[in-house]
């Protein structure tokens, strides 16, 4: 027997809802009923219902954010029915009005109501399958690639803060990858369905991000001509992530410290202490614990942000994970490359492991990127990538060892490039064995892959192996 579509019907006792809750079972629905949007409680999600029914009411638009909030935590697509009244009054609220998928007005035709959730469900049915087929693409949006030891101790922590509910200091350089941790976070925590927030701090305006972060009333300030919920109240049951903490000015510390303490927060102008449920996770690359003792930051504030920790490696410090994250991005911007480039010279993979990344993934990915749509060769090289005279370059050095070792390094790769990374040419060029090559390759860190054949394929550099991932499943 055909199992029963599941309903999720939202509506207070009213004149006729409980015939037409059983006139809906005729049809075959399996129905959930629950009085209020609102009384689902932010953990619980109500697994399996693809399709509701709401009894949309004026209150509900009076309260228009509470409604919003509440309707967006569920994974159910909706149906509105109420009366000709509401729906004209429904005009005003766009917000509410995006959430449903058909009006349907008071008196109800059931055989008509039936026949929308149907079709809604055919859509619903229609767009998992396309999302399974280009799922692939979809997925890496979310997906931290890396399998040095590194990064997966730190997808080890990340699992291990995700499953408690206490603030998270990141650290870590600018373009590690922070964001995405964060994000990782949240979807590994009971929190995974409910909105996941981030705002930067040191981005806004200190005159503004009292307002982002806390909303004001209507009329608070000149220019506040509407009320504005802010990001705080906005991710109720989920978590914030709140990216260039130490960018955070003083006074808007000691109001985060309040909210952090009582999970209370003020809208600016308003008097109304409104409880939020919000997990924060917040992001720096500056040592915090220095601008404790310069003062720029509250100690108290700190604590509270600092109960668990976890760092975002560097990406020099990732090892063999540069040249997967490479092969990575050259095939999820594969679209966007020139149809000659087919991957990466074995020069250029080790020009790449020597580079310092300063920005870190964010660099990686753009001069990839650029290297795909310019590169004129087959296998992208060292100067498609920008970078063969700044890694061999002295000039960037900031000592003098520095600077001899960059120079070493530079001639010892430019005469192994020059030759292929023949070993036997490259030490007669250099006048030295080919011991001591070796050897200077192991110091620099030079990969000895490179001999032979330039124009190697993808496929080949690639391999098959699939590199390893972190999947933002909730942990079980
Ligand atoms: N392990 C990873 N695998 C795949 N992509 C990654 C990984 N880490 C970071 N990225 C990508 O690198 C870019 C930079 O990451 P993100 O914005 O999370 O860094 P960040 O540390 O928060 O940067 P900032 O300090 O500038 O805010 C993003 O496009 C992100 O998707």
């Given at each position: 027997m055909k199992p029963k579509n599941k309903l999720l019907f939202i509506s207070e006792p009213l004149e006729g809802s409980e015939k037409l809750i059983g006139e809906l079972k005729e049809c075959g629905w399996d129905i959930t009923h629950i009085e209020r949007l609102d009384s689902i409680p932010f953990t619980e999600n109500l697994p399996g219902h693809d399709v509701g029914i709401v009894f949309l009411t004026q209150e509900d638009l009076d309260d228009a954010t509470i409604f919003e909030n509440a309707a967006n935590r569920l994974d159910t697509r909706l149906i509105a029915i109420s009366h000709q009244e509401v729906f004209d009054n429904l005009r005003h609220h766009q917000g509410i009005a995006r959430l449903f998928f058909g009006y349907h007005r008071l008196p109800i035709d059931t055989a008509r109501l039936h026949h929308a959730l149907e079709n809604l469900l055919s859509v619903i049915n229609l767009d998992k399958d396309i999302q399974e087929e280009g799922g692939h693409r979809g997925r890496h949006e979310c997906q931290m690639v890396g399998e040095s030891p590194v990064i997966k101790t730190l997808f080890r922590s990340i699992q291990k803060v995700g499953a408690v509910d206490a603030p998270v200091l990141i650290q870590g350089e600018s373009g590690t990858g922070k964001e995405l941790a964060a994000k990782a976070i949240h979807r590994a925590s009971a929190r995974a369905k409910s909105p996941f927030n981030a705002i930067n701090c040191g981005a806004l305006p200190s005159n503004l991000i009292q307002s982002e972060l806390f909303g004001h009333e209507k009329g608070?300030?000149?220019?506040?001509?509407q009320r504005k919920i802010g990001i705080i109240e906005n991710t109720d049951g989920g978590t914030l992530f709140l990216d260039e903490i130490g960018d955070l000015p003083l006074d808007m510390q000691v109001n985060l410290l309040r909210f952090l303490e009582n999970h209370t927060i003020q809208r600016v102008g308003g008097l109304k202490e409104i409880e939020v449920n919000v997990r924060v996770l917040a992001a720096t690359h500056v040592d915090l614990e220095k601008a404790v003792d310069e003062g720029k930051f509250r100690e108290d504030l700190f604590h509270r942000l600092n109960v668990l920790q976890i760092r975002v490696p560097a990406l020099r410090e990732r090892g063999d994970d540069i040249a997967t994250l490479a092969h990575y991005f050259f095939n999820k911007f594969s679209m966007e490359k020139s149809s000659i480039v087919n991957g990466f010279s074995k020069d250029s993979l080790s020009v790449m492991q020597l580079y310092e990344w300063p920005g870190n993934i964010r660099e990686l990915i753009n001069r990839v990127r650029r290297a795909m749509v310019m590169s004129e060769h087959p296998l992208i090289r060292p100067s498609d990538l920008g970078l063969e005279r700044r890694v061999l370059?002295?000039?960037?050095?900031?000592s003098l060892e520095e600077a001899r070792d960059l120079a070493e390094r530079g001639v010892v790769m430019a005469s192994l490039t020059r030759h292929s990374f023949n070993i036997l040419h490259a030490a007669r060029e250099l006048g030295i064995s080919r011991v001591t090559l070796y050897r200077l390759m192991e110091k620099h860190k030079i990969h000895r892959e490179g001999q032979g054949d330039d124009i190697a394929n993808h496929a080949e550099q690639t391999g098959s192996k699939e590199p390893n991932v972190l999947n933002f499943n909730r942990v079980k």
């Open positions: 608070s300030f000149t220019g506040a001509s370059d002295a000039r960037y050095a900031s």
